[in-house]
């Protein structure tokens, strides 16, 4: 009798300590769960292999990668309800109670404490699974994924993962391939999923989402040229100015400037197949004596000054022990009087700020080296810069509208998606968009656009006394 998915349901129920939310169906057919709802599907044994060797976040993310497992009907019901459930988390001394788990005694106490220590030596895989073996609440269902998951050794990472880094952290060396992941995965890629435009940050909605019954009638397109004009606005450009647009991306922005404002711009990115694209767009448009492209880091720039200096959605790869050096090479960038936009994913502040760290599958899948950081941290170093912040706005909202568009794009694209790039890539698109827009709705991370200046000698800005006139 196939009873795979009601085994499985106990046993997810007994890592967690809860009830399971998700009806599940295995990989002999059998299904077990809340009916009516979408089904998480178990495809293959080896994703319990995955999760033997990586419990936790990675070990599901590798699984999804590889098709091991899948949703049916709504990914964003079974994300919701899987959110803070299973990705990293921590049994509660309630949950360990409900297990039956009982105190080790104080013999065998001291063995799991010198097992321990041995951990420490071993890499974090080797530590992570260590600790899930040894744990006692986790101890009959390790047993369970050993009998199941089928032989050793464990089965390798998907293709689409970055193998483990090493040496330091944002030299431009290390950025380059980082960026050179996320970017270079093919200009046709991009095209389906973020439409036209060609824009890959927040668009700017006017309609939506004030309650759960209103709709979103606006295009992206539109949404997407709102938040250009809205960034040209802020920056306050005027015919002849130099802009600096630091993570250019396709040009986007830099062809929006140049065209409807009349200035004179330079962007830069890591990325060559960004830089080969936007060339393309600008020689079609006739700008190539207003628009220079460069494939530069932002630390090489030194033709300063500019006018004006946009930066979105580009700070989230700068790292926290570079960012500082970040607000200074910009701040040194402007021209007295000029104006930064820093348009940036923001996170919560965390208690201990020293155990913050970017989440595996984002890591190893999606931004390598990425980091978020906390608004005030980002204000404060600006700040310490020189630069005088003069306005912030949350456009939290925002992005969870921009994100449901791109995902809905990928989905409605899915097979030639798969063409262009990999059946793995492709998952990887959907499940982090499909995450991070209920990220932005359900408050966890946010996106601010910080107007600063570098003030004149004198003290004056150059703002308007009303200075929000750009809405």
């Known amino acids: 009798m196939a009873d795979a998915a009601l085994r499985l349901t106990a046993l997810a129920e007994e890592l967690l300590g ?15 769960g809340p009916p009516g709802g979408p089904v998480l599907v178990v495809r293959h044994r080896r994703a319990l292999r995955r999760l033997l060797w990586r419990p936790g976040e990675l070990g599901l993310a590798r ?10 009907g709504d990914l964003y019901a079974v994300l919701d309800q899987l959110a803070g459930l299973v990705w990293d988390r921590t049994p509660s001394p309630a949950a360990k109670e409900s297990t039956g ?14 097992r321990a220590t041995r951990a420490k030596r071993l890499g974090t895989a080797a530590r992570t699974r260590l600790r899930f073996l040894l744990d006692p609440v986790h101890h009959s269902a390790a047993r369970t994924l050993l009998r199941w998951g089928g032989p050793l050794p464990p089965p390798a990472p998907p293709a689409e993962e970055v193998p483990r880094r090493h040496g330091p952290l944002h030299t431009k060396h290390r950025d380059r391939q980082a960026i050179s992941h996320h970017y270079d995965v093919g200009n046709p890629f991009y095209e389906l999923v973020l439409g036209p435009s060609m824009v ?3 668009a700017y909605w006017k ?4 309650g759960p019954g209103d709709a979103v009638v606006e295009t992206l397109e539109d949404a997407q040229r709102d938040k250009l004009d809205l960034v040209c606005r802020k920056l306050g450009l005027t015919e002849g100015d130099r802009l600096l647009d630091v993570g250019c991306g396709w040009g986007s922005l830099a062809l929006h400037a140049a065209r409807e404002y009349g200035v004179r711009v330079t962007g830069v990115t890591l990325s060559g197949e960004q830089a080969a694209y936007a060339r393309k767009r600008i020689a079609e448009a006739g700008l ?19 006018d004006a200096i946009s930066s979105i959605g580009m700070a989230e790869h700068v790292g926290a022990t570079r960012y500082r050096e ?20 923001g996170r919560r502040p965390e208690g201990d700020e020293s155990a913050y760290r970017l989440d595996d599958f984002i890591d190893r899948y999606v931004f390598p080296d990425g980091e978020l950081a906390p608004l005030g941290r980002t204000v404060g170093t600006l700040e310490d810069a020189g630069f005088e912040v003069r306005d912030v706005e949350s456009i939290r909202e925002h992005y969870g509208l921009t994100l449901r568009r791109w995902v809905a794009n990928l989905e409605a694209h899915w097979p ?4 262009l790039t990999s059946p793995g890539r492709a998952r990887v698109w959907r499940l982090y968009m499909a995450a991070s827009a209920l990220s932005f709705e359900r408050n966890r991370i946010g996106v601010n656009q910080i107007l600063a200046v570098r003030a004149r000698p004198d003290g004056a800005s150059g703002v308007p006394l009303r200075s929000r006139t750009w809405n």
């Open 207 to 210: 309609t939506g989402p004030g």
């Open 416 to 419: 030639t998606a798969v063409r």
């Open 18 to 32: 809860t009830r399971f939310p998700v009806r599940i169906r295995a990989w002999d057919g059998s299904e077990s």
């Open 101 to 114: 788990a009982r105190p080790l005694p104080p013999a065998r106490q001291g063995a799991r404490a010198h």
């Open 200 to 202: 890959y940050s927040c």
């Open 326 to 345: 970040y607000a200074d090479q910009l701040h040194a960038l402007l021209a007295p009087g000029g104006r930064l936009l820093n348009h940036q994913i």
């Open 63 to 72: 699984a999804w990668v590889a098709g091991d497992i899948e949703v049916e």
């Open 288 to 306: 190539t004596d207003r628009i220079e492209i460069r494939v530069q880091d932002y630390r090489d720039v030194r033709d300063g000054p500019y």
